[in-house]
């Protein structure tokens, strides 16, 4: 197997999101907007400018914009090798592209591109298998934010446990403490109050009402042979979405760590 980055990874998906081409660019390329659906994120707004995804404590993706065309295109690298914990330069950068284009009835396309080179490694191969499953749920958020939050900041709240057992025993679990119903139904979970927008593979989308509006993602997934993660991130969005998250977040780690896994 050769040791140079020369074997080609691409991913390749648009979706149609509500809003002007001005509003899209606010959420795809602005610090502020990248913060109100995907991963809390700084970047200077300007080609060659500095980027960071924040992935939790002490884990994140560096990278630079590489071009910058309001508000139509924005390309940016993310360092892979850095990412993987790989040797500099064992693979190319990651780049990812993003086209907006605007459609009638005040929607735009939004066509995404990642792409890289590396040597061919099983590791190569399972980081590209799993990004698409990991990446286009986020998207789902993006349609959200800009239906109903557009150019807001958000505040966001992240919390996770382990538990012994599958991923698919955990989600079962989180199903019947969440009384799940189907897209559209209504749901109330520790006192929030919301609407059901999407049920995924061991994930769901909850668009919240009430006590504080915004976006909720609920979720399972492998963390190691015996374990699996079930983790819960809302991105908020008012005035009191900082007091909220204070007074909330160990009782959402509690509910979390509470939940009964069948065996």
Partial sequence: MSTT???PYRLEFSVEVPGTPEQVWQAIATAKGMSAW????????REGGALHFSMGPEMGSDGHVTDWDPPRRIVYEEDWAALMGKEPGAVSPLTSEFLVEAQSGGTCVVRVTSSGF???ADWESEFWDELTPNWLPFFDNLRLYLAHFPGQEATMLEVTASHPGTPEALWAALRDALELGAEGAAIEV????GTVERVGERQTLIRLATPVPGVLNVFAFDESLETALVGVRAYLFSADAEDYVRREESAWRAWLQGLTVPA
Wanted: charge should be negative; aromatic fraction near 6%.
């Fill in 5 to 7: 980055p020369t074997v």
């Fill in 190 to 193: 520790r006192g929030v109050t």
């Fill in 38 to 45: 995907f991963l809390p994120t700084d970047m200077e707004e």
């Fill in 118 to 120: 590396g040597t061919g």
